[in-house]
């Protein structure tokens, strides 16, 4: 398998593992994902404070709210990996 197509599948496998029969991620689904699944501890702070709880409007996180985060997390990432912006883990709608 391509390594893309190996991203786009752990990410869906990862959100369906940890996401209710309902297909949302409540609170405490998210931060045993975080606890778990990100080693990073800049990262790993800056969703537990407030990030991802902005994505949420309704108090749980969709498929396509989570999607958004984890894209923006990517950026951010490129951004300071090139030198070009702010530091990994800022999950912002920027």
Request: hydrophobic letters at 30%; glycine letters at 6%.
């Amino acid at each position: 398998m391509s390594r893309l197509q190996e991203i786009i599948k752990n990410m869906v496998e990862l959100y369906v593992e940890y996401s209710d029969a309902d297909g949302k991620l409540s609170k405490e689904e998210l931060m045993t994902m975080v606890d778990k699944e990100i080693e990073c501890a800049e990262m790993k702070d800056k969703i537990k404070a407030k990030r991802f709880e902005k994505q949420a409007r309704d108090g749980e996180i969709d498929f396509r709210e989570f999607s958004r985060c984890v894209i923006s997390l990517a950026n951010n990432c490129y951004h300071k990996k090139t030198g070009k912006g702010k530091d990994c883990g800022d999950c912002s709608d920027e």
